[in-house]
């Protein structure tokens, strides 16, 4: 964020539209703070593994010492970097329900998406479910997506994976 972000922010003269932006503002802050302090603590894991002390890493990043055996400490791990940067989204598939015709998410689906929910919280990482209704219709192309649902119950899925050459998706016994 800018000086020219916050300029314009004040401009604003809705109370509540000046107050949805500041809060955006300060979410996209949040995620970029966490996330350099990710990269930060990588690089100091890095330049240990080099055979840096913490008096050298100190000196080379303008810290002290005390500073560098904290940080080696603080802040998400370096595996972090697997889920992005920012809150994840974790796209499900609802599918009616073959009782009631009811939509519904699969139960396997929901333990997936809680397991992976509660390691993006063990890595300090916010993360949403949205739902995909039963045509499969949402928006692919964001950062920090997780999808969890399979050609058949969408076609954007299925034409993903017609063009990829790196995914598949098939069916095993």
Known sequence: MTTLHLKRLHEVDDPVDRGRRATALLTECQSAITELARVRREVIDEL??????????????GLTRARVSQLAKAGPPPERAFLGIGPLTVAVALKKESEFGRPAVAQETVEAANRLQAFARGMDLDSSLEY????????????????MLGPRLSPLVAQVLEVDHALKFRKDD
């Open 132 to 147: 995909v209704a039963p045509l499969g219709i949402f928006d692919l192309n964001r950062d920090n997506l997780v999808v």
């Open 48 to 61: 240990r593994q080099r055979g840096m002390t913490q008096a050298d890493i100190a000196k080379a990043l």
